[in-house]
T-cell receptor
Framework: IAGITQAPTSQILAAGRRMTLRCTQD?????MYWYRQDLGLGLRLIHY???????GKGEVPDGYSVSRANTDDFPLTLASAVPSQTSVYFC?????????????FGSGTRLTVV | GQNIDQPTEMTATEGAIVQINCTYQ??????LFWYQQHAGEAPTFLSY??LDGLEEKGRFSSFLSRSKGYSYLLLKELQMKDSASYLC??????????WGAGTKLIIKP
């Protein structure tokens, strides 16, 4: 089934630990995104990649890093987790970056940093 | 700054009609999206407007007025499964999506 796969589904992480959230898509979409969603706030963009080999910073990039070695994978790394990074993380992709291309979302990773 | 406003929560009755409003102030405009998000799930695409006017898609319609920075999502013949959050998002001049906080819609029998 075409779509986006995120792993893990949920995780409890000790503060200070390193963690990589995985995101894989099989739609050959060029653009990929990482968002965090917190209660009462809209989805906030962490990092994005318009095409394989390129990445950019979003609205809330501090404490996070990404890589885009190929079209399909876009992992998000927390180098040293802090409690404020407790959130639901969504990976998304689009076929292109022009005006109309719908976003497809993964099912999300619920991360709790304690 | 960029800002998207929508009501936090709305309640409606099964079978009725509800209108969810969204106002925006963004740096540029390349279209407005509406997404539906059930609790604990990912957002799913509902509609896209880039020109003024009404776009109808079954029980759901979306309206846009660019001059007023305003959109609404109209849901007709409400069903219990329509209970969800509805997210408004604007594609800005850099083709990045700016998201509203979402409107939680509660449907009562």
């Amino acid at each position: 089934i075409a779509g986006i796969t995120q792993a893990p589904t949920s995780q409890i992480l000790a503060a200070g630990r390193r963690m990589t959230l995985r995101c894989t898509q099989d739609m050959r979409h060029n653009a990929m995104y990482w968002y965090r969603q917190d209660l009462g706030l809209g989805l906030r963009l962490i990092h994005y990649s318009n095409t394989a080999g390129t990445t950019g910073k979003g609205e809330v990039p501090d404490g996070y890093s990404v890589s885009r070695a190929n079209t399909d994978d876009f992992p998000l790394t927390l180098a040293s987790a802090v409690p404020s990074q407790t959130s639901v993380y969504f990976c998304a992709s689009r076929a292109g970056t022009g005006d109309y291309y719908g976003y497809t979302f993964g099912s999300g990773t619920r991360l709790t940093v304690v | 700054g960029q800002n998207i406003d929508q009501p936090t929560e709305m309640t409606a009755t099964e079978g009725a009609i509800v209108q969810i409003n969204c106002t925006y102030q963004t740096s540029g405009f390349n279209g407005l999206f509406w997404y539906q998000q059930h609790a604990g799930e990912a957002p799913t695409f509902l509609s896209y407007n880039v020109l003024d006017g009404l776009e109808e898609k079954g029980r759901f319609s979306s309206f846009l007025s660019r001059s007023k920075g305003y959109s609404y999502l109209l849901l007709k013949e409400l069903q219990m499964k329509d209970s969800a959050s509805y997210l408004c998002a604007v594609l800005d001049s850099n083709y990045q999506l700016i998201w509203g906080a979402g409107t939680k819609l509660i449907i009562k029998p």
